[in-house]
C-alpha cells in the first residue's frame, strides 16, 4: 500500500484527475487530488508560483501525509520540486509525468519556446486579467492528440484559465532537483508534442533529475483524458520503490 | 462517416493499399486507392512530378471527391500537398504517413541523404530508363524489417520501377505547407528505418507541417504489408476530426 | 528451425538467459546460453577481452555450432563482433541487444560516459581485486526500471563482480561491422537508460553496423529478468532471415 498525491497541471483541477486516482485506488493504494490555488474557478487570477506552492504544502500539512509519492503533471512539476524542497520528510518519492524540471530561480517561461511564451502573453493581455487559455486548434492536435474529438471537447470545457504569474514566477529552491536525495521517477507519454519536438520535456527536462527511473506510456499530454487507466499504471510503475 | 483517399509511395500502385483501405471502409468510412501515374507497370518512364500530382487531381475531378481526408506514404507526401496547394476546397485534412514534406521548390533528392541519391542514380544508370528499384538487401533489412521473409518476398514482387524523375523535379507550391490552413497530421511508424537515424522522417520533416496531430505507431515503413489493419486504425486516428 | 547462440552482458552469466532460450525454443529453434571467461563466479579477476573472446570461439568449436544467429547484450556486442571477425563461416545473422558494437582499436570504456569510467574504475579500486560491481541504487532505476523491486532484488543477486580489464581492453578486429558482410539487426530496448539520454545505445551505436534490421521492444536494459518472452520474441523477430 502506497500514497499518492497526484498534482494537476496548468488549466487543471484535482478533479480532472479523480479518474486516475480511482484506478490507483483500485489496485489497493491511497491516492488524493487537491487542487493548486489559482486553478479553482474562483480563485483570484493573480496568484504566483509562490502561493500555489504553499497551497500544496497546507493541503499535505493539514491531512497530515506523509511516506509519500508525489505525481506532478506539467506546470505541477514545479509544485512538487518545490514541494520536496521544502518538506523532504513527508516524500517517499517523486514522479515527474510529463512535466517541468526547475533549478532553483527558474520559471515556466523559461522552459517554454518563445511562440508559446509570446502567444501565452498575447492572450493575457487579451484576456485583460492576466490569465491564459488555449485555443481549441492547439489543445485538439497538439495537447489531446490521441482522443477522439467528442473527449477533446468535453476535456476543453473542463479547463480553467491559467494565472500567467505563476508561469512567470521564478522558483525558489534551496537544493536543486539532481541533489535531492529523493527517489525520482519520469513518465513519458510518447506521443506528447505539447511542447515542439526540438523541445521535448523528455530528457531535455528530465535529465535535469540526475539518477532517475524512467517509464513510458503511449499517449498525448493529456492521457487523464484518454486512457486514465493506462495513466493509473505507468504513474504505479514509476512510484512503486 | 469520412471520405480518405490513400495515395502511395514511390514503387507502389494503389493495389497495395487496398487491404488498409478495406479496414477503413468495414469502420463505416469511404475509401479510395488512385495509383499515381508513372507508377503502373506500363506507364512511361519519363514520368515527371507535375505530371504525377496532375494524375491524382484529375482523379479527384473525375470522380468529384470532396471533403476529403487525403492521406500520403512516403512519395505521397509530394504529391497530397501539391494537391492541397491545388485544390484546397476539396480537402478535410492532410495525413502524411512517413511522408515526404516540401516546401516550395523542393524535390525528394533535396530531402534524402546523399547515400540514396548515389545509389538511385547508379541504379537508374544501369538500367538505362532512367527508373530506379531498390537491393531486396535494403528493402527487407531497412523497409520492412517488421515482416517475416515470406511477406518481404512476396511485396517485393509487387513493387514496380519508380522514374527517378519523381524524385529529381522540384515541387511548385504557392503556399508552404506549414502556412496551409488545411489540418494536419504526421503518422509515424517508430520502426521505420528507410531513412537514416540522424535524417529521419520525424521530427525532422513532419516538423515542416507547423501545427499538426502526431499519432504514433509500432512498426515499419511498410507497415500497410506487414499489418495493415494496424495502420488502418492509425491513419483513422490521424484523420478524424 | 533456427541456431540461436546468446551472449550475455557484463556481470550476467549465460544462466541468467536460461529463460529466454527456453521460450526461443518453445518456438521450435535450437538455442544455447554459454558463459564468458571472466564471468563465472569462480574465475580470475584479471580476464581480459581477448581471453573473454577466445572462451565462446572455443565454445562454439566445441559443440561445432554453426550457421548461428549470434546474439550479444551490452559487453556481449563486443565478444560477438570479434566472434563473427575470426569465424565468420559460422555466422548466419548478427544480433545486438542493446549492445555495444566495437570498431578495430576500441574498447567498452571508449564507448562508455565519463561518469560510468570513473565510477566503476572508483568502485573497482576499492574491491581491491580489479573487478566493478553495480550501486544498487543504479541498478534499480537505470537498469532494471521496468520491473517491480522483488525482481530487481532477486536479479541484483544474481549478478556477479565483471573483471575491468574485459571493459578496458582495446578489441582487434580484421573486419570493422559495417564493413562485415553477414547479416545484422538491432533488438532497441525503448525504455533503455542504462546509457545516458544523449549518449544511448541506438542510434549511437546501431549506425556503426552500416545496413541493419531494426527491431524495438518496450523494456528496460534487463528485460531478460521483467519479461523473457517479450525478449525471446523480439530476438526472433531480429534474427530471422
Request: proline share 7%; glycine share 6%.
Amino acid at each position: 500500500m502506497a500514497m499518492y498525491v497526484l498534482v494537476h497541471g496548468a488549466w487543471h483541477t484535482g478533479k480532472e484527475l479523480e479518474p486516475v486516482a480511482e484506478c490507483i485506488k483500485s489496485a489497493g493504494h491511497r491516492a488524493f487530488t487537491p487542487t493548486v490555488k489559482g486553478n479553482r474557478p474562483a480563485d483570484p487570477r493573480n496568484v504566483g508560483l509562490a502561493e500555489a506552492i504553499q497551497s500544496i504544502i497546507d493541503y499535505l500539512v493539514r491531512y497530515d501525509l506523509e511516506d509519500l509519492v508525489l505525481v506532478g503533471h506539467s506546470y505541477g512539476g514545479m509544485i512538487i520540486t518545490a514541494v520536496a524542497d521544502r518538506v523532504p520528510d513527508r516524500i517517499r518519492r517523486l514522479v515527474y509525468w510529463n512535466a517541468f524540471v526547475p533549478n532553483d530561480g527558474e520559471s515556466i517561461s523559461d522552459m517554454l519556446p518563445l511562440q508559446y511564451i509570446e502567444l501565452f502573453e498575447s492572450i493575457a493581455h487579451e484576456r485583460g486579467d492576466d490569465s491564459v487559455v488555449l485555443p481549441f486548434s492547439i489543445w485538439r492536435e497538439a495537447f489531446i492528440n490521441d482522443a477522439d474529438l467528442e473527449t477533446a471537447r468535453r476535456a476543453f470545457g473542463a479547463l480553467n484559465p491559467q494565472p500567467m504569474k505563476t508561469l512567470r514566477d521564478k522558483i525558489s529552491l534551496k537544493t536543486n532537483p539532481m541533489q535531492m536525495s529523493v527517489a525520482k521517477s519520469f513518465v513519458n507519454c510518447t506521443e506528447d508534442i505539447s511542447l515542439p519536438h526540438h523541445y521535448p520535456w523528455h530528457p531535455r527536462l528530465s535529465q535535469k533529475l540526475g539518477l532517475f527511473r524512467l517509464i513510458q506510456v503511449p499517449g498525448s499530454h493529456e492521457l487523464c483524458f484518454s486512457n486514465p487507466m493506462r495513466l493509473a499504471q505507468a504513474i504505479m510503475e514509476a512510484g512503486r520503490d
